[in-house]
């Protein structure tokens, strides 16, 4: 199975912060990538999807980037609505593994 | 709109089955793979099984494999998942997720989510 590596497990900032968030996978995964947002109480909501591509109706402060084993989740301009924990997702092979979750709390 | 609701979750004695349904609305149902994603309490997302349009491939996480079974009925807009065996480990939050009409496996949409217990 793909191991996906998720770092911070959480962390602080402030509004207004750029805020970058990684996933190591243990394998090659080409592209095959994607991240959810979730609040508590709530449904995990899709943010990027294939790595890169932003899911219709996600501001485009949130953008994705890297291949093969390395990946991160960029928040440029962090919003009071952007406080949640996110999740990488591998859908290279299954099963079809997720990250342990980054918490992103107001600082 | 897109509507995904689960039902069925509920209290069950370890060794005891549940089903859970999927039902769908607002969009082509026929067209969309399935997924169901679970959670326990306070833990992370855990995939557990997906189906394709027509059913005729299902894939489960190894945890479940032979205990689950996913399936849908394309007439009802519903997926199904048998749940049997259960244990402990399986008290969680199920979703179920639409995936994406291109990229299948990117869950675009998702239910509120059926709690299940299983406990003595």
């Known amino acids: 199975d793909v191991q996906l590596t998720q770092s911070p497990s959480s962390l602080s900032a402030s509004v207004g912060d750029r805020v970058t968030i990684t996933c190591r996978a243990s394998?090659?995964?080409?592209?095959?990538l994607n991240w959810y947002q979730q609040k508590p109480g709530k449904a995990p909501k899709l943010v990027i999807y294939?790595?890169?591509i932003l899911q219709s109706g996600v501001p485009s402060r949130f953008s994705g980037s890297g291949s093969g084993t390395d990946f991160t989740l960029t928040i440029s301009s962090l919003q009071p609505d952007d406080f949640a924990t996110y999740y990488c997702q591998q859908t290279y092979s299954p099963p079809l593994t997720f990250g342990r979750g980054t918490k992103v709390e107001i600082k | 709109e897109v509507q995904l609701v689960e039902s069925g979750g509920g209290f069950v004695q370890p060794g005891g089955s549940l089903r859970l349904s999927c039902a769908a609305s607002g969009f082509s149902f026929t067209a969309y793979w399935i997924h169901w994603v679970r959670q326990a309490p306070g833990k992370g997302l855990v995939w557990v099984s997906r189906?394709?349009?027509?059913?005729?491939?299902?894939t489960y996480a190894d945890s479940v494999k032979g205990r689950f079974t996913i399936s849908r009925d394309n007439a009802k807009n519903t997926v199904y998942l048998q749940m049997n065996s259960l244990r402990a480990e399986d008290t969680a939050v199920y979703y179920c997720?639409?995936?994406?009409?291109?990229?299948?496996?990117?869950?675009?949409?998702w239910g509120q989510g059926s709690l299940v217990t299983v406990s003595s």
């Open positions: 394998q090659s995964i080409s592209s095959f």
């Open positions: 997720a639409r995936g994406d009409l291109y990229y299948h496996d990117s869950c675009d949409s």
């Open positions: 189906i394709n349009i027509d059913g005729t491939i299902t």
């Open positions: 294939v790595a890169s």
